[in-house]
Every structure is written in structure tokens, then in C-alpha cells.
């Protein structure tokens, strides 16, 4: 099934931001800042997208790492340093919502 738009374009920046995919370390404080700006169903949908695009180029080691990270995320609340780093990688790749310097909540 094809991603809504605004999902599309969220997915679109995160390729932006990790050309060369996101690295392991990345992706819980990327879930828990995607968490402050979106419903649990849009980071679900983007999540099941990325492990579907990590499936398709046969990296299963990035697949399993966004499920890992999915679970984590929901029970660890990552470093404040390590959502500042994710965020200023996708604002340098024109993420909108992640400005650096801003909070976890996007205030």
C-alpha cells in the first residue's frame, strides 16, 4: 500500500538526510523524534516503509534494526545528545521539523 503524501515526503527527507542509509545508531532517537511530531500510526507506516525499502536492497541488518528500534523506542527514552545529532543531520538534509536547537517536542 502506498504511503499518504506528507508520509512520502517524511521518507523522502530521511533519505535525504542518510544518503547512504540510516545508521543502527540512528534510529531510536529518529523514532522518538518522529514520535514528537507524528501519531503512532504514521511513524508504524513509516517504519513498515523503511523496512520494506532495507528488505528490498537486501539489508536485512537494517530491517531488523528498525523493528529493534520501534520496540526500544516505546520503552527507552533515548539521549536528549542523540535526538540533537539525528536532528541536525535531517535539518541539513531539509527536514522541516527538526530545526537544530530545538526540543525533543519540537518547542
Known sequence: MALPPVLS???EWLRAGYPE???D???IPLFALLGSQLTDSQVSAI???LVALAS???DTASAEAVKTAIQT???HKPLES???RVRSRLAAGGWPLAAPGQGATGN
Do not use: F, H, L
Request: hydrophobic content about 40%; glycine content about 10%.
Open 25 to 27: 545508531v540512528d534510529y
Open 56 to 58: 528490498e536492497t537486501g
Open 9 to 11: 515526503t517524511i521518507v
Open 82 to 84: 542523540d535526538i540533537a
Open 73 to 75: 523506542v516505546t520503552q
Open 21 to 23: 542509509g540510516v545508521p
Open 47 to 49: 517504519a513498515d516503509e
